[in-house]
């Protein structure tokens, strides 16, 4: 057996599992095959580690992965060889943190709100049956979307666009970011799903002693910024309804899929590790 010379990135919806369904039936011969041939497959996404645990136990899943839009890196205890500089044990794995605590960025959403005069609801102002009934959530799901680390969701109770505009200002100015949705918006500090990838790249070669080739494959506009930190990207049609059209834009190593979610991931898996 050769050693693998891949790395494969992957987002989650829309990409290796179905945005209606959560089905990855269609992708089992590319990660058989990867299986097969020792290729670790990092699981990139905006849900928190307790949201993914479920999903993770069904594809068998042992390998490392970035939860929070970047704001953590979680690897099983023992994966890698080496020391890793900034880990910590959580439960059973070593993570590093990149995003800042999330009774920092609670406290610091509240307080911004205040200063700048406008109302905001977030997730740790919510109930569960009140987190379920905004999202669509079921109670079970809505559960394990609570169970935050880094990133706070949350939507503006009161507030017109000049008040918007000095919020995120605000935000920016004690180095917190903010991300625009429709309902919900997210503040963080220090998420950053490029820098987990870059980091995770690093580990891995520095583990193996090899250059391995970075690959990506993602399925929304959300995903670029990390599709543009590995070697070769695979942009998917088709993704999550709410994401629009997507265009890769100027990037050398980003190639559109020829066909959405699963079975576009596993073509273009097994296309690029033939």
Same mark, same amino acid.
Request: proline share 7%; charged share 25%.
């Given at each position: 057996?050769?050693?693998?010379?891949?790395?494969?990135?992957?987002?989650?919806?829309?990409?290796?599992?179905?945005?209606?369904?959560?089905?990855?039936?269609?992708?089992? %011969?590319?990660?058989?095959?990867?299986?097969? @041939?020792?290729?670790?497959?990092?699981?990139?996404?905006?849900?928190?580690?307790?949201?993914? *645990?479920? !999903?993770?136990?069904?594809?068998?899943?042992?390998?490392? /992965?970035?939860?929070?839009?970047?704001?953590?890196?979680?690897?099983?205890?023992?994966?890698?060889?080496?020391?890793?500089?900034?880990?910590?044990?959580?439960?059973?794995?070593?993570?590093?943190? =990149?995003?800042?605590?999330?009774?920092?960025?609670?406290?610091? !959403? %509240?307080?911004?709100? *205040?200063?700048?005069?406008?109302?905001?609801?977030?997730?740790?102002?919510?109930? =569960?049956?009140?987190?379920?009934?905004?999202?669509? =959530?079921?109670?079970?799901?809505?559960?394990?979307?609570?169970?935050? *680390? /880094?990133?706070?969701?949350? /939507?503006?109770?009161?507030?017109?666009?000049?008040?918007?505009? @000095?919020?995120?200002?605000?935000?920016?100015?004690?180095?917190?970011?903010?991300?625009?949705?429709?309902?919900?918006?997210?503040?963080?500090?220090?998420?950053?799903?490029?820098?987990?990838?870059?980091?995770?790249?690093?580990?891995?070669? *520095?583990?193996?002693?090899?250059?391995?080739?970075?690959?990506?494959?993602?399925?929304?506009?959300? %995903?670029?910024?990390?599709?543009?930190?590995?070697?070769?990207?695979?942009?998917?049609?088709?993704?999550?309804?709410?994401?629009?059209?997507? %265009?890769?834009?100027?990037?050398?190593?980003?190639?559109?899929?020829?066909?959405?979610?699963?079975?576009?991931?596993?073509?273009?898996? =097994?296309?690029?590790?033939?």
């Amino acid at each position: 057996m050769l050693a693998p010379r891949h790395l494969i990135f992957t987002a989650l919806e829309g990409a290796l599992v179905d945005s209606r369904t959560g089905s990855f039936s269609e992708a089992e %011969d590319a990660l058989a095959e990867l299986d097969r @041939r020792h290729i670790a497959v990092v699981l990139v996404t905006p849900r928190t580690r307790a949201e993914i *645990e479920p !999903l993770r136990r069904k594809l068998g899943h042992n390998h490392p /992965f970035i939860t929070e839009a970047g704001g953590g890196i979680f690897s099983p205890d023992g994966y890698f060889n080496i020391r890793i500089p900034g880990a910590t044990r959580i439960a059973r794995y070593l993570g590093i943190a =990149l995003g800042r605590p999330y009774e920092e960025v609670c406290a610091a !959403l %509240d307080d911004i709100a *205040e200063e700048c005069h406008v109302g905001v609801a977030g997730f740790h102002h919510m109930k =569960l049956r009140e987190i379920a009934e905004n999202t669509g =959530l079921s109670p079970r799901q809505a559960e394990l979307a609570r169970s935050r *680390e /880094f990133d706070e969701p949350f /939507f503006f109770t009161s507030a017109d666009d000049q008040a918007i505009a @000095r919020f995120v200002a605000a935000t920016g100015e004690r180095g917190l970011q903010t991300r625009p949705g429709d309902p919900f918006w997210h503040i963080s500090a220090g998420c950053d799903a490029a820098r987990a990838v870059r980091t995770v790249t690093q580990l891995f070669r *520095e583990a193996t002693h090899s250059k391995l080739r970075g690959v990506g494959i993602g399925s929304s506009v959300e %995903d670029l910024t990390w599709l543009r930190a590995v070697d070769h990207a695979v942009l998917l049609p088709g993704g999550p309804p709410d994401t629009g059209p997507l %265009d890769p834009g100027p990037g050398k190593n980003i190639v559109t899929g020829e066909a959405p979610g699963p079975a576009g991931w596993n073509a273009a898996v =097994l296309n690029i590790i033939s």
